[in-house]
């Protein structure tokens, strides 16, 4: 096992570099690119050192560290991983430098400065890694709400038209349910043996009101962090707002704490409540497809559209956490990694459209195709990526949910499926109405719309295009990581997989 500090330095390191680029001088916006490029690509590097070390057939929680912090109450700077943390981890530390990438002339136009742009997407990195890292449970509730301050920044200072009032939306739903957590935390804090171990507090056992009264404190939270329905309002105003890099970070990868708090603290901690409280859960995540994929139909702004598409894909991931197998939990666990590189391939991509046209109406694109065919085919392909086709990352991702939902509630599966239905057709309505058609005779006033994928641009969407086909194909590595983490998850809550059905069969009828 290695003892090399991975988690606390791929916390502490990105928050570094962002402190590092705030410093460098405004009037030289090409070194500040650089630096925190080149700073987010080493972060990367331990990551994948970090990957290599990780042994998916060793203990669950590895990595751990454990720092003093505050002893009157147990407080302790406590970092470790399971096979569901540590995709997650990745994610960051590879969508992060793509997103610098294709963010470098997003601040350029802005009022505020070039350096504190990319310092708040380095120190937006740090909080994300620490709260997916975060072992303590108080740990987690500040990074949790610290995470909120940069996105807020990036939004409010950098986005696009009501950019005020998506970050102050965006920021209170956040907050409401950061209290409601908080109280949560203060009680088990209370009731738990004055300890905010993750590991310690698992083995706790609680009253069943007072169990089910803290399940809900948390999963408020992360309810509204996903968000499911009906928690999901912020999300389009603020994906719709955001700068596309930005909005990348917060649909790829900030919305996921939400669901990876729900099979972190919700199922082992209170296991009872989290069998109680199922049903629930299972039906807000089944309305989020449904309805979350209506809206997207009928959307006229490609970042809305894209946003609300993404509560339809949480709902999904809900389905299979609360469906309690083997199957939809790897399936969920796996969705949240191919929806981070699928919808994050699909805002970057909706991003460089944006930055050509100006604009992110769907009416102001009509026949775009014509004019940037290399950028269609790649949006064409987040399209058909984001809706699961088979042969990509999501539809594996998918397919297990499904399958595994259906072995313990077929009416559920049966309705979740509709909404591959409406995904296919809110992505080629989109598509048609953007790429295809007969052209905008406006866009041949537009330059911008007729320049190529620039080298830059193709560096961002090749690894994103080639992880997703991979994937599509050979899930595999990814799913060792992913299996032993989540079945430790499912019998501390009690649950195993039914027992195959025995289907007698009749051989005389059969002839």
Known sequence: MSTFPFLSVLTVAPAVGGLVVALLPKDKPALVKRVAFVWSVAVFAVAVAMWVAFKAGGPQMQFRESYPWIPTWGVRFTFATDGIALVMLALIALLVPLVILASWHDAEGSRRSVPLYFALILFLESTMIGVFAAADVFLFY???????????????????????????????????????????????????????????????????????????????????????????????????????????????????????????????????????????????????????????????????????????????????????????????????????????????????LVARRGSALIGDFGGAGRYAPVLAGVFFFAGMASLALPGTSPFVSEFLVLVGTFTVNKTVAVIATLGIILAAGYVLWMYQRTIQGTPNPALEQVEGMKRRLSAREAVVVTPLIALILVLGFYPKPVLDVINPAVKATLSDVGKSDPAPTAVAVNKEAGK
């Open 142 to 352: 500040v990074f949790f709400e610290v995470m909120l301050v940069p996105m807020y920044f990036l939004i409010g200072s950098y986005g696009g038209q009501q950019r005020q009032y998506a970050a102050v939306k965006f920021f209170l739903y956040s907050l409401a349910g950061g209290l409601f957590m908080l109280a949560a935390v203060v009680g088990l804090w209370v009731v738990g043996g004055h300890t905010f171990d993750w590991q310690a507090l698992r083995h706790a056992t609680f009253a069943t009101g007072t169990e089910r009264w803290l399940f809900l404190g948390f999963f408020l939270a992360f309810a509204i962090k996903a968000p499911f329905f009906p928690f999901h309002t912020w999300l389009p105003d603020a994906g719709g707002a955001a700068p596309a890099g930005a909005a990348a970070l917060l649909v790829g990868v900030m919305d996921k704490v939400g669901t990876f708090g729900i099979l972190r603290y919700c199922l082992p901690l209170f296991p009872n409540a989290s069998k109680y409280f199922a049903p629930l859960g299972m039906a807000l995540a089944l309305v989020g497809v449904v309805y979350a994929a209506l809206l997207a139909i009928g959307q006229k702004d490609l970042k809305r559209l894209v946003s609300y598409t993404s509560i339809a894909h949480f709902g999904f991931i809900g389905i299979g956490i609360f469906a309690f197998t083997t199957q939809a939990a790897s399936g969920a666990v796996l969705y949240m990694f191919n929806h981070g590189l699928a919808t994050g391939l699909l805002f970057l991509v909706v991003g460089m």
